[in-house]
């Protein structure tokens, strides 16, 4: 490899915009499920575009007029939202879209610009086909948007990956270390590439993921960091909840973990929601992965997912005592979590030149 190492911020850093995608696929939405996802996007948009510009992708002209009819009466500050027509399928940005980075700090600022990281995906392993149209988004939208790109050479989601901008990643083995993403790779080369490409110095491995989750296990359900040494990460309360033991593994490794100078996080526990559902979803599971860690950090606003009268405001006052000077606004989202994602799954940020100055 060149000596030229990338580098990605934390999701607290300046944003340019947040890359969105109208959800018109029917077989994640069946039946008038499609109407209240569109219903939880539209509430999104309202909520994000006050605070950053929104480049929202449209797959069709059915979509397109869907997604009119939906937000032509919201709130919004139409100067900060941009609709694009692209082909895509489905509403997963976060995982199949491209992840921002800038060269190391270490580089002239002549040199400096912001990239976008063009990944393989496969739809989790192959699950979900087709995805070539998903997988061609993050090129795609280098040229609209007149950036250059650097393809690492190996499947990844972003939303598997979490980082503090400060050296440290956070991950699962099920599913960076699972057959069906990167078969030729093993657990060193997955380590060597992030370190290379998002400019990380440790990785800490949690096991597994949420019940019901067909990711496999994506780290965003799980565990995130809200500043540099403090992590939100999820933990069930009933011993008998099928995630329980899960839960407690990964808080055992978080608890144990140290940032890149030694020192110990602060782990602070999120509540799970009710993860069982009635009937099933359309891939025949009982249970969603519903998780309030599947929040977005977004300029001057957090928006926070909820799910479960139980514990809703209890974990809305978590989060502004942790980002006390960002506004936070709570989005129901049972009706989007059916879908096998939540508010982090459908954003994804875009860097700007400022976020190289944290």
Known sequence: MSQVRYYMPAEWAPHAMTLMVWPDNRETWPGDRLNRAE????????????HEEVLLLIASEQAQQAAAAMIRYRELDWNRIRLIRMPVNDVWIRDFGPI?????????ASQREILLTDWEYNAWGGKYPPFGAD???????????????VEPGMVLEGGSIEVNGAGCLITTESVLLNPNRNPGLNRSEIEEKLCYYLGVEKIIWLKNGLKGDDTDGHIDDLARFVSERTIFVTVAG???DPNYETLQENWH????????????FEVIELP???????????????????????????NRCVLVPTYDERYDDEVLRMFQSVFPDRYIKGIPCNDLV???????CV???VLTSKSQEI
Request: charged share 20%; net charge negative.
């Open 238 to 240: 009933d011993r008998d």
């Open 135 to 149: 997988n061609a988004v993050p090129k795609n939208l280098a040229k609209l948007l007149d950036l250059p790109t």
């Open 347 to 349: 954003t994804q940020q």
């Open 100 to 108: 921002s980075v800038i060269p190391q700090k270490n580089i002239a």
């Open 272 to 298: 799970l929601p009710k993860t069982r559902i009635e009937g099933t979803t359309v891939d025949g599971s009982e249970y969603v992965p519903a998780s309030y860690a599947n929040f977005y950090v977004a």
């Open 338 to 344: 059916w879908g096998q994602g939540s508010i982090h």
């Open 253 to 264: 490794i978080l608890k144990e973990a140290t940032d890149v100078n030694g020192k110990p």
């Open 39 to 50: 219903y939880v996007f539209a509430e999104i948009l309202e909520a994000l575009t006050p």
